[in-house]
């Protein structure tokens, strides 16, 4: 009984891991969406401060029911720098972005962050250069290169817009490559919450502005503002820390690539930024190379 047990809960934990993967991409491929909307009222900073805010008071809650120990001292370095780059600066870049370029594109330019993810697990984790990776990456990215081309309307022209996000591509992939190493020893749940509380410590100079602006927005961005830090943010980098602790730096930053489609197609039914046909083709070589990148 008990092998059977054991053999069963093998089984499932990849399936497990897979499914948290799918809910991490598409919950965050609404997050651009999210900040888009939210954006016309809230500058770059004061809405990852209020994101990371909503987000730290999320797990908490979740933390206060399912309790979960401090990392070890010896990650704290790691811990710091997934919290500074990922959840702050990353914030930052992004929504200062998406201030000045639509959802899909952004998303399009964001993603060639599970390319440099690649290339620093590589290296610094020693996960290698599997072939299939490599492949798969490269179909993947140039799905989402035609997708940016479909919905880019002729912006995508070298601007504040396009740099700010290579820079949280950058920023995003140095952010997972300290993370991974904390998830051998750590609750995802407990990662994730201390490194929002890092990320929002990072944006505090921005408090005096976000008490400004929140209180002028209108409902609709507060209720945006809120839904970026429960869904996008608390929940989804936690289904994500849960999916890379159970597979490689790389392979899971290659199912990032299905965010693009999926947030043109949010773009489009929320804020009837219609996709142009390209972008069917675009999406369907994300899938591909997702795909082919987890074999």
């Given at each position: 009984m008990t092998a059977t047990l054991e053999r069963d809960e093998r089984v499932a934990t990849p399936r497990l891991a897979v499914a948290a993967a799918l809910v991490t991409v598409v919950l965050w491929a609404s997050a651009f969406v999210g900040i888009r909307a939210a954006g016309e009222e809230l500058a770059g900073g004061p809405l990852a401060l209020a994101r990371l805010l909503v987000a730290a008071l999320a797990l908490g809650a979740m933390l206060a029911l399912r309790p979960a120990p401090l990392p070890p001292r010896a990650g704290a370095g790691r811990l710091v720098l997934c919290g500074v780059l990922w959840l702050g600066i990353y914030n930052i870049a992004l929504n200062e972005a998406e201030?000045?370029?639509?959802?899909?594109?952004?998303?399009?330019?964001?993603?060639?962050?599970?390319?440099?993810?690649?290339l620093l697990a590589g290296?610094?984790?020693?996960?290698?250069?599997?072939?299939?990776?490599?492949l798969g990456c490269a179909v993947a990215f140039a799905g989402a290169v035609v997708i940016?081309?479909?919905?880019?309307?002729?912006?995508?022209?070298p601007s504040w817009g396009a740099a700010l996000c290579v820079l949280a591509a950058a920023v995003w992939a140095g952010g997972v490559v300290a993370q991974k190493p904390l998830l051998e020893t750590s609750s995802p749940l407990m990662v994730t919450f201390l490194a929002c509380l890092i990320g929002a410590a990072v944006c505090l100079p921005f408090a005096p502005a976000m008490v400004d602006q929140l209180g002028d927005a209108s409902a609709g961005t507060i209720a945006w503002t809120v839904y970026l830090g429960v869904v996008p943010t608390a929940i989804a980098f936690t289904t994500w820390a849960y999916a890379l602790s159970h597979t490689s730096a790389g392979?899971?930053?290659?199912?990032?690539?299905?965010?693009?489609?999926?947030?043109?197609?949010?773009g489009w039914l929320l804020?009837?930024?219609t996709p142009p046909l390209l972008a069917i083709p675009g999406g369907l070589l994300?899938?591909?190379g997702a795909a082919l990148a987890r074999r």
């Open positions: 201030r000045r370029i639509d959802a899909g594109t952004a998303a399009m330019l964001v993603n060639v962050g599970p390319v440099f993810i690649a290296v610094v984790l020693r996960e290698g250069f599997p072939r299939t990776l490599l940016g081309l479909a919905t880019a309307d002729g912006d995508l022209a392979r899971m930053g290659s199912t990032t690539y299905l965010v693009p489609p999926i947030a043109v197609a949010l804020l009837a930024e994300c899938l591909a």
